[in-house]
T-cell receptor, first 115, second 116 residues
Framework: NAGVMQNPRHLVRRRGQEARLRCSPM?????VYWYRQLPEEGLKFMVY????????ESGMPKERFSAEFPKEGPSILRIQQVVRGDSAAYFC?????????????FGPGTRLTVT | AQKVTQAQTEISVVEKEDVTLDCVYE???????LFWYKQPPSGELVFLIR??????QNEISGRYSWNFQKSTSSFNFTITASQVVDSAVYFC?????????????FGTGTSLTVIP
């Protein structure tokens, strides 16, 4: 059973460009969580999604950031007009629909560098 | 509010020494889960352990052991006979049921360097 997959693993963008980060949850999982890890810091929650629904986006910056988890395909974290402060590692986690939401499995992360 | 504190930012030990990483948490929930993750230089998160709030038994797994004490809200992690491969950043995390979606709250991590 494949784990949580994220791509790309490394992404370089110039200031002002858009960044799209993809997360494919584990097979059978319908809950996805995004976390951001700024340099020298721990992971901070950004958003929690179920298929086609945003459940909790309390950790998302108010502007330029959006997330979706369509019925088909991976979850996408989109950052518009990136700035240097967006440089970070972005981790995705998934959990099943059985209510065991404390069982989050983390992907390997996407390291975004904004030049 | 939920919070995880890892007061030790960086620790250096000489190989074969024992080392304890501290973790103190805050939550109002009576049901919660505590975790430790290892983040090696390659950057991925490696799951080490999950404990629920009703199980205060200490756990040992090889050279790793965990001491969970609800009375002091601590969940400390000890590596016995440390090895160079243990060099990494270690994160303690908390998951409770007080908010929708059950997010994880991470500490700021402890960077462990094991010197050969």
């Amino acid at each position: 059973n494949a784990g949580v997959m994220q791509n790309p693993r490394h992404l370089v963008r110039r200031r002002g460009q858009e960044a799209r980060l993809r997360c494919s949850p584990m097979k059978g999982h319908s809950h996805v969580y995004w976390y951001r890890q700024l340099p020298e810091e721990g992971l901070k929650f950004m958003v929690y999604l179920q298929k086609e629904n945003i459940i909790d986006e309390s950790g998302m910056p108010k502007e330029r950031f959006s997330a979706e988890f369509p019925k088909e395909g991976p979850s996408i974290l989109r950052i518009q007009q990136v700035v240097r402060g967006d440089s970070a590692a972005y981790f995705c986690a998934s959990s099943s629909s059985l209510g065991l939401t404390y069982e989050q499995y983390f992907g390997p992360g996407t390291r975004l560098t904004v030049t | 509010a939920q919070k995880v504190t890892q007061a030790q930012t960086e620790i250096s030990v000489v190989e074969k020494e024992d080392v304890t990483l501290d973790c103190v948490y805050e939550t109002r929930d009576t049901t919660y889960y505590l975790f430790w993750y290892k983040q090696p230089p390659s950057g991925e998160l490696v799951f080490l352990i999950r404990r629920n709030s009703f199980d205060e038994q200490n756990e040992i797994s090889g050279r790793y052991s965990w001491n969970f004490q609800k009375s002091t809200s601590s969940f400390n992690f000890t590596i016995t006979a440390s090895q160079v491969v243990d060099s990494a950043v270690y994160f303690c995390a908390l998951s409770d049921l007080s908010n929708t979606g059950n997010q994880f709250y991470f500490g700021t991590g402890t960077s462990l360097t094991v010197i050969p």
